[in-house]
């Protein structure tokens, strides 16, 4: 069935450095690829998304890939900040109107 | 607030008892989606309506779980005779299929406790 799996589990960063979050996906059929940051008790938010027709996509700090051929896509965080301590969470979709699988999320801590 | 807004945010109950949790989506979106979410976990999906109409339900819904969105604005989500294994985070989240810009929102979620 649809799965999305999620490396690594927890990552500690330097302030400052970059961070790296890779999912793959089984769904051949996947075209929509959402990531979402959760900090602790608030609601998933959407921090960036890419679509299959798209390779790289970038908004400040925050870059995403996608390799549809390996059925691998990542996030990429530079500069981080304190501010960027969180659970993120992976995700992909077979149309973007539908279902969402979300992986089993990362935690990253910013260390000062 | 215009986000997606859920009732209540808390629910302690005794195993047994019967729970019913309402979602409020973005007004005008049509689309309104299901998820639980327990610790440690990334929300896993429940169901999903377009407008009234209830298209995809998953395997992990039971016949205790039922969902509607009778006029096609707010939905409620009930479990019948909870069981402890139904403790988890439910959040309700909601898209505008039209636009093409199909990013689902999320609610802030009801946490159950099933004692």
């Known amino acids: 069935g649809e799965n999305v799996e999620q490396h690594p589990s927890t990552l500690s960063v330097q302030e400052g450095d970059s961070a790296v979050i890779k999912c793959t996906y089984s769904?051949?059929?996947?075209?929509?690829f959402p990531w979402y940051k959760q900090e602790l008790g608030k609601r998933p938010q959407l921090i960036i998304d890419?679509?299959?027709?798209?390779g790289e996509k970038k908004d400040q700090r925050i870059a995403v890939t996608l390799n549809k051929t390996a059925k691998h896509f990542s996030l990429h965080i530079t500069e981080t900040q304190p501010e960027d301590s969180a659970v993120y969470f992976c995700a992909a979709s077979a149309s973007s109107a539908s279902k969402i699988i979300f992986g089993s999320g990362t935690r990253l801590s910013i260390r000062p | 607030d215009t986000g997606v807004s859920q009732d209540p945010r808390h629910k302690i109950t005794k195993r047994g008892q019967n729970v019913t949790f309402r979602c409020d989506p973005i007004?005008?979106?049509?689309?309104l989606y299901w998820y639980r979410q327990t610790l440690g976990q990334g929300p896993e999906f429940l169901t999903y309506?377009?407008?009234?109409?209830?298209?995809?339900k998953s395997r992990l819904l039971s016949d205790r779980f039922s969902a509607e969105r009778p006029k096609g604005s707010f939905s409620t989500l009930e479990i019948q005779r909870t069981e402890q294994g139904d403790s988890a985070m439910y959040l309700c989240?909601?898209?505008?299929?039209?636009?093409?810009?199909?990013?689902?929102?999320f609610g802030p979620g009801t946490r159950l406790t099933v004692l």
């Open positions: 989240a909601s898209s505008w299929t039209a636009t093409g810009t199909d990013t689902q929102y």
């Open positions: 007004s005008e979106h049509n689309r």
């Open positions: 890419i679509r299959s027709n798209v």
């Open positions: 309506f377009q407008n009234e109409a209830q298209l995809e």
């Open positions: 769904d051949s059929a996947s075209n929509y």
